[in-house]
């Protein structure tokens, strides 16, 4: 092996040793077993996020792949409807063309050509991260088979009467001319402003003030045109005579009614709202208790276009409603009609006040545009029919959400589900299988051919496609069975279908996880025709967040690729990377500034395996993560910890009684074989239990502390000594072996690539057969092989050495220097301890002599550590240069108690305290109690050295 680790040298071609092989597909004995990975979108590279699901997947993977069990991990990724028509649409605008110029056939050409061109950066990625999934079974949701499948899964909702197309209100993104569905709109606070605006009364009618108008507020004046009505509260004394009365609706002069409704909160303005039905989600269920009408103000003639032809609403006024519309606000953009609406009350006397508001501001995810609700006609699923076997099936636990507290965010989404709008209006996508005659009538079939034979329509009915496609969200909805040849009933789809566990972060619950629970239990049966569930088991995670606890984003400038972190980025690529594509000038060098203030030297080449581990180690119980470079260097130093020891053991591990030779084993030996036997069933119950946080934990402990830092060293007297009998030799030969192949075995799953490089040399010192450490069994507790009594002896034994280590930090003493050591209250335990151990401390711990003293005995002035009862007495004379170490003490206690001053002074300071940030106010009180802590440990050694 080479001196030193290099994880670039050893990680591609193990990969690709890997793929080559076949050894990522199914092949194990015992039963099915799998994951489907979630697909990401093929517009995208991976991000921290991806990183971190991948790390957890891929451990869950190996781990039962070393188990037996016949493991299916299958890749793909989502065709993304919205994403990947934008970016193909800039793509054209940069060649000053569009879509339409194109036409649909066309265009959707390009956007396959850009797929074949792009699209593969995602697996390689995925490779990157040794993820060891099955290449062969890749899919893609345009995929042939799956588009089938999309079709399938329409027609038979149809069927059912769960699909259905209606005039509702949705989501409109001016930008993109789509619907997008709830889950899809993020609420932004912004400033803006409340115009209150006077209504006539009509026929003479009074308030109770005796003022003729009455006086509404709205966030949104320009839809005023489209108003149904005006509303007050039932219990509102002030308008009671009021209400069946009418307003003359300003600038259009229709007249519409006051009525009553809960909705209207009499402590809002002054207690009178208008009702808008076409154009606000709330106002529509007003307008539907109240049979008002629906009125559309945007977009030329929506109401009455054929359901097939492509809707353009880009947020200008239409022609007319009735021819109610004043022609001067007819094509006007939104906020310009607004503008000029709002000055035509100021000049008709109507606008009372505009004051400051505080606003909930809908923008659609992708485009970032302000969301416009829209009365259009869309499909439909009906939701609530799915829900209910859905909510069924983890109230009884045949889905178990971990950790459990997402049930109840499941739940509560689940039970107040409204019906999904699935249809959007793109052309990259599933296009909906239905078809319009020239009167509009819909028919729904697989193709056009099989319409025409189910309704019997001669050539002579003219038929034209739905030029609407499907949610992304429908196609990625069907993943776990559509992947595997559904609706056909292949042998894939029998053996691996249930999945077993789905990773996924809380954030896309409702969009994916209950869309998926819900059409899997109505589409795929059993054999006995109860409904299949899509997994077992919901694992979900936190996301990703700086080490500063900040959401990730580009707008933040946090953003961290684990490509950069495995293989390393110089700084100036990391500015350019984290500021290209940055409008705003402010921004790009404010990001600048703070990625050359954190990463002064680019960023290491960490190498895989110290990435996934750190993943794994902060994968708690669905807790958001805050990740940190700085524990990504301390499990890159962890490997380097393997890899030295790896090499110890190799040069040290030939003849290590595998030919069965005698052995003798130490107590050393069978201490760490017995630690072995509690990690093996610890890892493996906390693996069991997806606590892979606690899991990492016990490995490290095992690997780092007990068997690197203890049993090498305790290794060494017995190696070393040339009078030690061959058989107790080659028992800790044999110990040193098979426990670390054991040690790579349970990493296996956290580290692949170290693990594998090792075991390929050390399984022949071990005896074993076999290509790969990942088709190795995995380990299994022995517990006949735990020794209670060696881990006692053993503990009591590095008490001992820790304190006499201890007392030559504490007394600057130098480690080769021989101490001599006298013990008090040793009992008749301790004693035995000594006497079999003595040759071993004396060893390790660089004693010259062990004097055990009687309980009355005085003893010279010494260091004191205690093991237990007894106590270890290091004489001090002779052993250290008193004028000189007491001046090295004052100088480091002046130092300080500067330090102390100094921090003390900054939290005093008020100023300080009230402008600082909590955490870095937090940072200095823990700094001022270190300092005070290793100060008051000075003056104890002061004192005990000038006593001496």
Known sequence: MDKTYQPHAIETSWYQTWESENYFAPQGAGDSYTIMIPPPNVTGSLHMGHGFNNAIMDALIRFRRMQGRNTLWQPGTDHAGIATQMLVE????????NRHDLGREKFLEKVWEWKDQSGGNISRQIRRLGSSVDWSRERFTMDDGLSEAVKEAFVRLHEDGLIYRGKRLVNWDTKLHTAISDLEVENHDEKGFLWNLKYPLADGAKTAEGHDYLIVATTRPETMLG???VAVNPNDERYQALIGKFVELPLVGRRIPIIADDYCDPEFGTGCVKITPAHDFNDYEVGKRHNLPLLNIFDKNAAVLPACQVFNLDGTLNESIDGKIPAEYVGLDRFEARKQIVAAFD?????????DHNLKVPKGDRSGTIIEPWLTDQWYVSTKPLAEPAIAAVEDGRIQFVPKQYENMYFSWMRDIQDWCISRQLWWGHRIPAWYDESGKVYVGRDEAEVRAKHNLGPDVALQQDNDVLDTWFSSGLWTFSTLGWPQQTEFLKTFHSTDVLVTGFDIVFFWVARMI????????????????????V????????GQGQKMSKSKGNVLDPLDIIDGIDLETLVQKRTSGLMQPKLAKKIEKQTRDEFADGIASYGTDALRFTFCSLASTGRDIKFDMGRVEGYRNFCNKIWNAARYVLDKGEDCGQNGEEVELTLADRWIISQLQRTE??????????????????????????????????????????NAPIERQRGTRRTLVRVLEVALRLAHPFMPFITEEIWQRLAPLAGIQGKTIMLQPWPVANEARIDEAAESDIEWLKTLMLGTRNIRAEMNIGPGKPLAVFVKNASAEDQRRLSENDALLKKLAKLESITVLADDAEAPLSATALVGDMEVLVPMAGLIDKGAELARLDKEIARLQGEVQRVGGKLSNAAFVDKAPAEVIDKERAKLAEAEQALGKLAEQHARISSL
């Open 681 to 722: 069933a610890e890892v493996t119950r906390q693996l069991d239990q997806f606590r892979f946080d606690l899991a990492a934990q016990a490995l490290y402990e095992f690997i780092w502390n007990q068997y690197c830092d203890w049993y090498l060293e305790l290794s060494k007297p017995v190696l070393w000594d040339e």
């Open 539 to 546: 694992y979900v995670h936190g996301l990703v967040r700086d």
């Open 227 to 229: 108003d149904a009505a």
């Open 347 to 355: 000049a008709a006397g109507l606008l009372v006040s505009v004051d």
């Open 518 to 537: 819900m059409l899997t239990m109505h589409l795929v049966k059993n054999e006995d025709g109860t409904p299949q569930v899509p997994f077992k088991t």
């Open 90 to 97: 800039r793509q054209l605008e940069a060649t000053g063309q």
